[in-house]
T-cell receptor, first 116, second 115 residues
Framework: DARVTQTPRHKVTEMGQEVTMRCQPILGHNTVFWYRQTMMQGLELLAYFRNRAPLDDSGMPKDRFSAEMPDATLATLKIQPSEPRDSAVYFC??????????????FGEGSRLTVL | AQKITQTQPGMFVQEKEAVTLDCTYDTSDPSYGLFWYKQPSSGEMIFLIYQGSYDQQNATEGRYSLNFQKARKSANLVISASQLGDSAMYFCAPLGDTGFQKLVFGTGTRLLVSP
């Protein structure tokens, strides 16, 4: 079964440290989304890519967050420096295979980040 | 910008009964599809159902069906014969066919199925 893989699944870090979360999208999917989920804000779209090009990162705090897709098999979300308010579950989702089913969009299991 | 409204923060249903979860949206896209996802307490986001902009009939996937009313900009999820395992958060998200297909989710509805 093809699946979206996220690492790490859990991360506890101290305020000020750099955090990098990784996502391996499903092969053939041309769109990758990054979401953050908290109790207060729900599911927020942080950024997304089409064919590795960033299309919209308006949901991201620009001063500390950055998202990249160095190649088709890897998307990264970096926080530097991290703050306690960044504590959340971060989801990656991939979908929309070129020439394929628009309805195909799958999520990874999420990376739970705790910043102390 | 899209605005997605799930007006029912919580819903209760008895096992084996049907339940409808509401979703309305405000989008400027002339054509769009719509996703529904389920998030159980374990936290993963599970794809349930999708209907594309040009699909003539409402989508169905097993016990899940969409009541898609584009004129009213609503796409309600109907779960028939509820099971205890259906207890979860449910999220809807419209997907425009134009532009860059930005996918934004509603605030979710928590469904509790009782025996």
């Amino acid at each position: 079964d093809a699946r979206v893989t996220q690492t790490p699944r859990h991360k506890v870090t101290e305020m000020g440290q750099e955090v990098t979360m990784r996502c391996q999208p499903i092969l053939g999917h041309n769109t990758v989304f990054w979401y953050r989920q908290t109790m207060m804000q729900g599911l927020e779209l942080l950024a997304y890519f089409r064919n590795r090009a960033p299309l919209d990162d308006s949901g991201m705090p620009k001063d500390r967050f950055s998202a990249e897709m160095p190649d088709a098999t890897l998307a990264t979300l970096k926080i530097q420096p991290s703050e306690p308010r960044d504590s959340a579950v971060y989801f990656c989702a991939s979908g929309f295979p070129a020439g394929g089913n628009t309805g195909e969009l799958f999520f990874g299991e999420g990376s739970r980040l705790t910043v102390l | 910008a899209q605005k997605i409204t799930q007006t029912q923060p919580g819903m209760f249903v008895q096992e084996k009964e049907a339940v409808t979860l509401d979703c309305t949206y405000d989008t400027s896209d002339p054509s769009y599809g719509l996703f529904w996802y389920k998030q159980p307490s374990s936290g993963e986001m599970i794809f349930l159902i999708y209907q594309g902009s040009y699909d003539q009939q409402n989508a169905t996937e097993g016990r899940y069906s969409l009541n898609f009313q584009k004129a009213r900009k609503s796409a309600n999820l109907v779960i028939s014969a509820s099971q205890l395992g259906d207890s979860a958060m449910y999220f809807c998200a419209p997907l425009g066919d134009t532009g860059f297909q930005k996918l934004v989710f509603g605030t979710g509805t928590r469904l509790l199925v009782s025996p």
